[in-house]
């Protein structure tokens, strides 16, 4: 026997630690209770045919040693006498043992299969339902949520934590199952011989004691692994992301360096943990098989038992052996693997997260005007960008948002479709608060392209009809053309089914704007924020693009944010930010007028010297 059998798997599953640490895996057996149920009962009939078995194999063992002797007798009468066949002969009790032993061991591996088939089903079932339930997390976040999180950490979740806890899982379901047939085992070998039985919860408790000591320090490491995990994840992700820049700038030593510190950082957390958990069972192993060899000799010394029955209980102590054995294997693993748990535990809590609060008014869409009333808004509660920003913006006309860089002109407009709320003050559409909107209702009426444009992994044509899965062919094309991208998509080898690679990556920095602002027109919105839209187009696109711009902003309300004043020099009411402030707000001539922050920046990108009276 193994040092973790009595008490040290039973004491494993008893302690609160070891519930407290997996109840978040334990919790979602709900959600698949009769195939965990079903799984329970399999594995309770496997173990209680392996009790039959044994008590057939000293039968068996008896009709070997001792042909002579009284049969063996359960007490059942027909029982004895129509299955055992004590009136019977020798050699057709033995023969009739032995066809029961067959059938006991063929039904015990049947129930055996199918509870191992209903614990893989529930496996798959659980991570399939933790996978969709941290969707649901992270859908339920508004954008600063992912701005404080690393997208390599939760990319590492979903994909190497989630194996783990599906190992996790595998290994909590090997120590509920096993544990049925131990329990079987200790009620055989105390039937065998109780004073044995005593002895042996002595010495390996004793052992038990000294082992647990090792798997808290393994638990205590496991937290490390998950780190660094995250941050392998997080590096891989900016390399692959970054290719580009890396070889823009020459810096493919740096990235390989830093790229190897975090694996190798990997290895050696790893090979901290290795240096204990992969002790504990060679240890146990040892000090196991010194326990058994001393207790056979006291018992053929003392002649405690008979030889069948001494048999007997040898043959299940070393069945112990090996099934213990892994069950110090298991334990040990679910030590190394706490880390991935609590991860996954502190991405599911709440408490800690501020979720997007959705109204319930359906958006009957823009009449009048939307309003910004001392409007103040930051990321961080001490750090301010925007301040008391009050600003109308009147439906079926443009206005510009003109500034230098970090003036607050993105985070503005990112307030229309509420990719954020206001910190404080309000902003209302026709006089209702924004917030008690609908926010999807919101939304599909309102399209935005921005600068940092993203194109899905798909065909031209998927990417163009996201969000719109409704549009017909012709609208498709015709979305394209007036996107200045018809002429271009027609060339690629598929044309409109040609696979756009990762975020695009076919594609130039051009042809990505103008199959995003096709994706805008196909969407056909009220309200349209362009933010830098026309930022990566050349001369000749931006005048094309920009022509089409205009006779889609016809009776919609464009909000629209420029470095290039070209284009927003026909805007309604240009709004001039600084430091999250309004500074300036009029039309585009009337501002040049004024000489103020909108003629300097006219100044310098028209580069006009100024006069001598100016």
């Not at 196909?522 to 920009?546: F, G, H, K, M």
């Amino acid at each position: 026997m193994d040092s973790k059998f009595i008490p040290s798997t039973v004491k494993i599953l008893q302690s609160t630690s070891f519930w407290q640490n997996n109840r978040l895996i334990l919790r979602e057996f709900k959600h698949f209770r009769l195939v965990a149920i079903l799984a329970v009962v399999f594995s309770v009939i496997s173990a209680s045919l392996e009790g039959f078995g044994l008590g057939f194999l000293l039968v068996f063992l008896q009709s070997l040693t001792t042909p002579g002797a009284e049969p063996v007798q359960t007490g059942v009468e027909w029982f004895d006498i129509l299955i055992l066949g004590i009136n019977a002969s020798a050699n057709e009790r033995l023969y009739r043992v032995s066809a029961l032993i067959v059938i006991t061991t063929c039904m015990r591996a049947l129930f055996n299969y199918l509870g191992q088939l209903c614990i893989q089903f529930s496996e798959v079932s659980l991570v399939d339902n933790f996978r969709k339930r941290i969707f649901e997390q992270l859908e339920a976040q508004s954008l600063s949520y992912f701005g404080q999180k690393k997208s390599g950490e939760l990319i590492n979740t979903l994909t190497s934590e989630m194996e783990r806890i599906r190992q996790i899982f595998g290994g909590i379901a090997f120590l509920t199952t096993r544990s049925f047939t131990l329990i079987v085992y200790s009620i055989s070998l105390f039937i065998l011989s109780w004073k044995l039985s005593i002895v042996s919860i002595l010495l390996f408790s004793l052992l038990a004691v000294g082992l647990s000591t090792l798997n808290k320090q393994i638990r205590e490491r496991s937290f490390a692994i998950t780190t660094a995990n995250d941050n392998f994840t997080s590096r891989t992700l900016e390399f692959v992301e970054g290719i580009r820049t890396i070889h823009a700038f020459s810096t493919q030593e740096f990235e390989r360096k830093r790229y190897y510190q975090a694996s190798e950082k990997i290895v050696d957390t790893w090979k901290r943990v290795y240096w204990i958990s992969l002790v504990v069972k060679p240890l146990a192993e040892s000090i196991a098989t010194m326990i058994l060899i001393s207790m056979i000799i006291v018992a053929i010394v003392t002649g405690l038992m008979k030889v069948s029955a001494l048999l007997t209980f040898f043959f299940v102590l070393f069945r112990i052996i090996p099934m213990t054995q892994d069950l110090n294997g298991v334990v040990a693993f679910l030590s190394t693997q706490a880390g991935a748990v609590e991860n996954i535990k502190n991405l599911l809590k709440p408490d800690d997260k501020i979720y997007f609060q959705n109204g319930k008014l359906k958006f009957p869409g823009l009449k009048r005007s939307i309003d910004l009333i001392s409007v103040d808004f930051g990321y961080n509660p001490n750090q301010r960008i925007l301040h008391d920003v009050t600003l109308s913006i009147e439906q079926g006309k443009m206005t510009a948002l003109v500034g230098s860089s970090g003036a607050g002109k993105t985070t503005l407009a990112d307030l229309i479709p509420r990719f954020h709320d206001a910190t404080e003050g309000s902003i209302y559409i026709d006089e209702v608060d924004i917030r008690k909107f609908e926010i999807n209702s919101l939304r599909r009426r309102i399209a935005v392209v921005s600068q940092d444009t993203f194109i899905f992994n798909t065909s031209v044509w998927k990417n163009i009809a996201y969000g719109t899965p409704k549009a017909t062919e012709s609208q498709i094309r015709e979305a394209a053309r007036l996107a200045n991208a018809l002429e271009f998509i027609l060339e690629m080898p598929e044309g409109f089914n040609t696979q756009l690679g990762d975020r695009g990556i076919r594609l130039s920095g051009g042809q990505r704007q103008r199959i995003a602002i096709a994706r805008a027109l196909l969407r056909n919105p009220e309200i349209l924020i362009l933010d830098e839209a026309t930022s990566a187009l050349d001369s000749v696109s931006e005048r094309l693009i920009q022509e089409s711009l205009e006779k889609l902003s016809v009776g919609r309300t464009v909000i629209a944010i420029a470095h290039r004043l070209s284009t927003i020099a026909k805007a309604d009411k240009i709004v001039v930010l600084e430091q999250g402030k309004i500074v300036e707000q009029g039309k585009y001539q009337e501002l040049l007028e004024l000489k103020g922050k909108l003629w300097q920046y006219h100044q310098m990108q028209y580069e006009i010297r100024p006069t001598s009276d100016s």
